[in-house]
């Protein structure tokens, strides 16, 4: 018996570590994919063809998974669906990933990251201009919101106008003496102009990914079959992504990919980063929510940084690390305010008050009543008590006639 139980605790235990196991080897294959395609970006690949294979092997892994899972409850293609799923494609593949790759180039991969995190501020701030959410300031969670947003927007702003002096790390400091070289004063106003328009081009591609989280959120209401819809838009955006290339590189040189970083590159973000995070992630987010997924993302910046600092002798800045701060501390900010708002919609979903009908055809409605209130329902044989160990808790009948009555009312 002993040994049983312990067996049971053990796999209960396992149970619960499965999502923070989940969501932290998640964080890992994120990291991987932006120190993997910053390589490949460094050796001369065009950002607009990864964009391409990158899509197109998301595509060929998800597909699969749509047409055998949601064969039976995949909805009926619309015009109006499809021209939400084109808009779409335009979001995400095309405008967030071609942006992402550009400023990832300009930048650094922990310096993309830190700004990845604007991501929920930005979706609150759409949410709030396209009435999906509500602003209230004298509710706790909402001022929440809105200051995470302000000092998100702040941490930004600091990471993008101030680079500062760079912080050396125990373990690069003895890579960066051997590989110290003179910069003179035009490169290095090269390189803060670099930076600045890497920077835009982050901001732009983070815009883009929140106005596709809340068009996706209205496009599911419509197409409610969610593989389905990632296969399509990984598609569509791939026949977009083709188009966009052709019109922005004329060397048909750039389309070769061999056996290479290059390949790498692109099947590991198409594969793992658009398949394999996509079905992880919504794992997760049905038996935690979405908070709880959302508020590991501030992990893979730490663990990009580490990767970048060994394998890209990246440098850190103190304006990128202030900024960090500024954004992670937002970012919970907002998460918290969220959190709350959905415990909130919980407990008023659990007080609505359960209806059931009696023998006689009378409605009863669980309530609860205090003393003075009880007596006078028991006084006009309304009230029967269930519980009189604690008879607060009691039935209120009311007639069917009468309960018809105010059920019209209310409508």
Not at 212 to 228: E, N, V, W
Not at 306 to 329: D, H, R, T
Not at 380 to 396: F, I, T
Request: glycine share 6%; charged share 15%; aromatic share 10%.
């Amino acid at each position: 018996m002993a040994v049983q139980q312990k067996q049971q605790q053990g796999s209960s235990m396992m149970q619960k570590c499965k999502p923070y196991l989940a969501m932290i080897s998640l964080q890992f294959g994120y990291a991987g994919m932006n120190v993997i395609t910053k390589v490949s970006l460094n050796h001369g690949m065009s950002h607009y063809v990864l964009v391409v294979y990158r899509h197109a092997f998301a595509t060929l892994s998800i597909a699969p998974f749509a047409l055998v899972l949601e064969r039976k409850v995949r909805p009926r293609m619309s015009f109006w669906v499809f021209l939400q799923i084109f808009v779409l494609a335009l979001l995400g593949p095309v405008i967030d990933q071609n942006f992402y790759y550009a400023g990832l180039k300009f930048t650094s991969p922990t310096f993309s990251c830190a700004m990845s995190n604007m991501l929920p501020a930005m979706t609150f701030v759409m949410a709030v201009i396209f009435r999906m959410e509500k602003v209230n300031l004298k509710r706790a969670r909402c001022v929440a919101k809105v200051v995470g947003t302000l000092v998100t927007v702040a941490g930004a702003m600091l990471m993008t106008l101030y680079k500062g002096r760079a912080v050396e790390m125990i373990w690069t400091k003895h890579m960066h003496l051997h590989g110290a070289h003179q910069v003179d004063a035009a490169a290095a106003a090269a390189a803060d102009k670099d930076w600045l328009r890497g920077s835009i081009f982050l901001i732009i591609a983070t815009l883009a990914w929140a106005s596709l989280f809340i068009l996706q959120a209205a496009t599911l209401k419509r197409y409610d079959a969610p593989l389905s819809l990632t296969t399509l838009i990984c598609f569509v955006g791939t026949l977009q992504a083709i188009v966009v290339t052709f019109v922005m590189e004329h060397r048909t040189s750039v389309w070769k990919i061999g056996f290479d970083m290059n390949l790498l590159a692109a099947a590991y973000a198409g594969i793992v980063t658009s398949s394999i995070a996509y079905y992880v992630q919504g794992l997760v987010m049905q038996s935690r929510g979405p908070v709880f997924a959302s508020a590991f993302s501030p992990l893979m910046m730490i663990i990009v940084a580490i990767m970048g600092s060994f394998i890209l002798a990246e440098n850190i800045y103190l304006g990128g690390i202030i900024g960090s701060v500024l954004i992670v501390a937002g970012l919970y900010s907002v998460l918290w305010g969220k959190h709350k708002e959905n415990v909130e919609k919980k407990e008023a979903e659990a007080m609505e008050i359960p209806v059931a009908i009696n023998g006689n055809g009378r409605i009863m409605d669980i309530v609860e009543l205090d003393e003075v209130q009880l007596e006078k329902a028991q006084a006009n044989g309304k009230a029967v008590v269930h519980d009189h160990a604690a008879a607060a808790v009691v039935a209120v009948t009311v007639p069917a006639e009468e309960a018809r009555m105010q059920g019209k009312d209310e409508a």
